[in-house]
């Protein structure tokens, strides 16, 4: 067997997935009490290089002033609560945007229950919600941004209500790429059409789901190309069907892998459900009920249907060598 990468390939693989957390974490508001935050408030989807941006500024600024940096968030999302948006959407799960949040730096992240009561409370009633709770001094936030029943809390409100209760709303410029403006829905449908280089480079890292490798029906295996079949999170999303290199960690290493997502079409035709198979390089550990992470390196090629099981295989080896070239180039 192959030795895995190592060194500063595997400190970047694990960073924000492993790193132990000194973030002050809230899963509500009800009962925190903390003096003198500078506070940025959003649903921070993906923590992609715009939430980064505005985090970062927050941070600086904060702690220069001598206050403490604080980050509201929001699960459920609230499209999802409010039915506007349905199935496995999240680019992060609230675990991995507290690992995320914790590595650029933050001292406060509350990621607080979102429901169809407070979608009503008004801005103001919300406004001073969060000054009883946070006793924020400055708020951080888009041109975009807006809080309380019918996003009535503009940025414009915002600055009118902080003059009644003293505090001062600094607004961040958003920042593009390839002439687009960065956003989680934009890097929620690029992934959902494949674009995994593109993503990334508007999330400023791969994307990566995690999950548990759970028995399959060991076609993989019965072919001579064994596969983890790997099962993740219902909420969290999954990049269009398609084959992929990936890098795999597992259990603290990094290795290549050429991934497959789709319905099988080969074998079944009417499977309406997506499986995420992954062919590791190099590797012949049992890994049923092990956690893995993929990160989504680049797209190879969409999912094809074939005449054979021999037309696979050959189409497969054709898929591992791409995968190799690619990864270890």
């Given at each position: ?8 390939l595997v400190r970047y693989f694990f960073h924000n997935i492993l790193t132990t957390s000194m973030v002050q974490k ?94 009503q409370t008004s801005a103001r009633e919300f406004v001073l919600y969060l000054k009883e709770h946070l006793d924020f ?193």
């Amino acid at each position: 067997m192959k030795q895995p990468m190592n060194g500063s390939l595997v400190r970047y693989f694990f960073h924000n997935i492993l790193t132990t957390s000194m973030v002050q974490k809230y899963s509500s508001l009800d009962g925190v009490y903390i003096q003198n935050t500078w506070l940025a408030i959003g649903s921070f989807d993906g923590v992609h290089l715009g939430h980064q941006q505005l985090i970062q500024e927050l941070n600086q600024c904060a702690h220069q002033a001598g206050a403490k940096s604080a980050v509201l968030t929001f699960h459920p999302h609230p499209t999802s609560v409010l039915g506007r948006r349905k199935g496995s959407f999240y680019l992060t799960t609230p675990a991995e945007k507290i690992k995320l949040l914790n590595g650029l730096g933050i001292d406060i992240a509350v990621i607080h229950p979102f429901s169809v009561k407070l979608s009503q409370t008004s801005a103001r009633e919300f406004v001073l919600y969060l000054k009883e709770h946070l006793d924020f001094q400055k708020i951080l936030a888009g041109n975009d941004f807006a809080l309380g029943k019918d996003r009535e809390g503009n940025v414009n409100y915002l600055k009118i209500l902080g003059s009644e209760l003293h505090y001062e709303v600094n607004i961040i410029k958003s920042i593009t790429s390839d002439g687009m403006t960065i956003s989680s829905s934009l890097i929620r449908n690029l992934l959902l059409e494949g674009y995994v280089e593109q993503a990334w480079k508007m999330l400023g890292r791969p994307y990566q789901i995690s999950g548990e490798v759970i028995h399959g029906d060991g076609r993989g295996k019965g072919i001579g190309i064994p596969t983890a079949n790997i099962e993740t999170s219902m909420e969290k999303l999954i990049p269009g069907t398609g084959v992929y290199a990936c890098k795999v960690g597992i259990k603290k290493k990094v290795w290549n892998a050429a991934v497959n997502i789709g319905t099988r079409p080969t074998f079944i035709s009417s499977d309406p459900k997506r499986h995420i198979e992954a062919h590791i390089l190099d590797f012949s550990d049992n890994l049923y009920n092990e956690d893995i992470a993929l990160r989504f390196i680049s797209r190879l090629r969409g999912e094809q249907r074939f005449q054979s099981v021999e037309e696979l295989i050959h189409q497969v080896q054709v898929d591992i060598k791409k995968t190799r070239e690619l990864l270890e180039s």
